[in-house]
Nanobody, 126 residues
Framework: VQLVESGGGLVQAGGSLRLSCAASGLTFSMYTLGWFRQAPRKEREFVGAISRRGGITDYADPVKGRITISRDNAKYTVDLQMTSLTPEDTAVYYC????????????????????WGQGTQVTVSS
């Protein structure tokens, strides 16, 4: 299984960014996908997740209303659209996948995820 994030970069405060995660080596539609981030000197934290069919999304409070997660089960991709970015959003963003073949649900805990990408850096300047 391979997850590859892309789309990170430097953006000014108030700007927007769209991250993408491309998956391979798995039956994509059987996996819940999640986005996490890790800022310098901080633990990795949950950002949001989307269920295997895309019918359920869950967002962390600090980003709720500013992000949208979507997925394309035909293309094996999951996107994280972020708006109104602030310097507090500066972090390495990771895509995670956890198999969930039976029900449409999301997960918030890092230890619930089976696979991870290498991360993509997002830097928001003030």
């Amino acid at each position: 299984v391979q997850l590859v994030e892309s789309g990170g970069g430097l953006v000014q405060a108030g700007g927007s960014l769209r991250l993408s995660c491309a998956a391979s080596g798995l039956t994509f539609s059987m996996y819940t996908l999640g986005w996490f981030r890790q800022a310098p000197r901080k633990e990795r934290e949950f950002v949001g997740a989307i269920s295997r069919r895309g019918g359920i999304t869950d967002y962390a409070d600090p980003v709720k209303g500013r992000i949208t997660i979507s997925r394309d089960n035909a293309k094996y991709t999951v996107d994280l659209q972020m708006t109104s970015l602030t310097p507090e959003d500066t972090a390495v963003y990771y895509c995670g996948a956890v198999v969930e073949p039976k029900i449409d649900r999301t997960y918030r805990r890092e230890d619930q995820y089976d696979y991870w990408g290498q991360g993509t850096q997002v830097t928001v300047s003030s």
